[in-house]
């Protein structure tokens, strides 16, 4: 995840979430904290989303309030619906 290719770095990122890779979780928010790029933080958004981790999720939600990007923002509030919908319909 902490590479210069963005390439290979998106693939990671889409891979951590894929296999929900909760030990993943926390470097997800911490590469957050430091990029700039709107699909790596998109990727992080849905990889942490689908990780689940509440903690690092809410980290994330306060370092994306502070990126520019209406896209990032977007994303970040797309997938908190899908959360609360998905709670919501839960079936125990």
């Known amino acids: 995840m902490e590479s210069e290719h963005i390439g290979l770095k ?8 894929k296999y929900k890779l909760e030990g993943a979780s926390h470097n997800l928010v911490e590469q957050a904290k430091t990029s700039d790029n709107d699909r790596v933080l998109q990727l992080i958004a849905w990889s942490l989303f689908e990780i689940g981790n509440e903690e690092d999720c809410k980290q994330f939600e306060e370092v994306a309030e502070n990126v520019k990007s209406e896209k990032v923002k977007g994303i970040v509030s797309y997938l908190k619906k899908i959360k609360r919908l998905e709670k919501s319909v839960a079936i125990d």
């Open 10 to 17: 998106n693939s990671c990122i889409f891979m951590v979430g």
